[in-house]
């Protein structure tokens, strides 16, 4: 699914002077988005962080010599944007709050048990993610699709990025119009990036071409045995987005059976998981986009009126290509 992602992979290095420990941590960890090293010593690790950065560090914080403490002080002092996940043999709460203070982004203790070490991983390669994209739009503030041209230099795209940057600092819904190729998610992204809702998820996903079970699933997620192969609960791209923004492509296919869905949930800003029946309460802008007539699509009973009034908040028309 169209989840927004860097195509990049990511070094991460694990500390601790137990081969056991690095081997079983390696091991569990695995991924071809992972590039993997093992260090048996603080000081090796930052000898080789100094010939090329690690995006995420797990270490132990008890080694010989140099201590973890020592390794997250000299990350820090760096200035890195490395992130931290120190380990502890002890469960020592006083510890982990003490090394969460001078810089880590959390802490696992020992015995590791590695369902929560990945959530913890996903997390911070999360957090990395979102701050590169961040420096990607404020360096090239929106290059044009397929032109290669600084959004900046017509004067309809002018118009555009002067309402984009009134709108972003809104809490609102917003419609986006444009022909496919126009940068409709490079704008949606911008709306986020640029407004308070920065530090939060950017989530995206298109609503074309997929059945209304998999949109279901995609968007709400579902509940452990929700259905043949469902082993375990899952969230959703609303979930994943609370307190951010999710982004809607192509929102004029989706079935409509899904459009009532996504209605109830901008009503009543709640959700329920495939399977579930909690009412889970999540705060997500949506910025829904398409590349066709809206309008005409509620005329011919394709996307509900009442939805598309309530997406329709604000409406940004991208001008096309030619």
Do not use: W
Request: some cysteine.
């Amino acid at each position: 699914m169209n989840r927004i992602c860097l195509p990049e992979h990511f070094r991460i290095a694990v500390i601790d002077d137990e081969p056991i420990a690095c081997r079983e941590i390696r091991r569990g960890l695995a991924s071809d988005l992972y590039d993997i090293l093992t260090f048996g010593t603080g000081e090796a690790a930052l000898e080789e962080m100094a010939r090329e950065p690690f995006d995420l560090v797990l270490c132990d914080l008890r080694l010989p010599a140099m201590s973890g403490f020592d390794v997250l002080k000299a990350i820090r002092s760096g200035a890195s944007e490395t992130e931290v996940i120190v380990i502890t043999g002890y469960g020592s709460v006083d510890t982990a709050i003490e090394a969460i203070q001078a810089g880590a982004f959390h802490f696992v203790t020992k015995p590791v048990k590695m369902g929560e070490l990945k959530s913890l991983v996903t997390r911070a390669l999360e957090k990395i993610k979102l701050s590169r994209e961040k420096e990607i739009l404020k360096r090239s503030l929106f290059y044009h699709s397929r032109q290669q041209y600084l959004i900046g230099h017509s004067p309809a795209i002018q118009e555009v990025l002067a309402l984009v940057k009134k709108v972003c600092s809104l809490n609102c819904n917003v419609l986006i119009h444009g022909e496919s190729g126009t940068g409709k998610e490079l704008v949606a992204r911008a709306l986020h990036f640029l407004g308070s809702r920065k530090e939060s998820p950017f989530m995206a996903f298109n609503c074309g071409g997929f059945s209304e079970d998999l949109i279901a699933n995609e968007l709400f997620g579902h509940e452990k045995g929700a259905y043949t192969g469902a082993a375990e609960t899952r969230i959703g791209l609303l979930e994943s987005a609370n307190k951010g923004t999710l982004f809607l492509d192509e929102i004029g296919v989706m079935p409509m059976s899904m459009q009532v869905k996504l209605l109830r949930f901008l009503q009543e800003r709640t959700m329920i998981r495939v399977g579930g029946t909690k009412q889970i309460p999540l705060d997500v802008r949506i910025i829904a986009a398409g590349n066709q007539d809206l309008k005409k699509a509620v005329e011919k009973n394709q996307l509900r009126e009442d939805l598309f009034y309530r997406l329709n908040v604000v409406q940004i028309t991208l001008p096309p290509l030619r």
